[in-house]
């Protein structure tokens, strides 16, 4: 049950930009669709890595842990927009800009 708690909070993590970048695009665009199938293949190599498989408990973990990486990526871009003004689609691009 750990490791898939730890797994899933992996997940929400390597989420959060993919968010950022998807609140900043036309909806059902390509790059829209990308943010957010981009990070499938990296959820599955996880899911082999880690020999956790295929199961449907890891199920409600990870679609979890992949919904919320999605939407905190989202809220952490409209929150900087409002403070900030103009931003881009990356988040990393986006923190640095911001600290100078």
Known sequence: M???F???LLIFFFNIPFGYWRANVKKFSLQWA???HLPIPFIILIRIVSNVGFG?????FFVSAFFFGQL???KLFEYLKLKKGSLTS???MDL?????
Not at 96 to 100: A, F, N, T
């Open 90 to 92: 990356c988040l990393v």
């Open 72 to 74: 905190s990526g989202k």
């Open 6 to 8: 730890l797994l899933a």
């Open 96 to 100: 640095v800009r911001i600290k100078k």
């Open 56 to 60: 449907i408990e890891s199920y409600v």
């Open 34 to 36: 990308l943010a957010i």
């Open 2 to 4: 750990l490791k898939l």
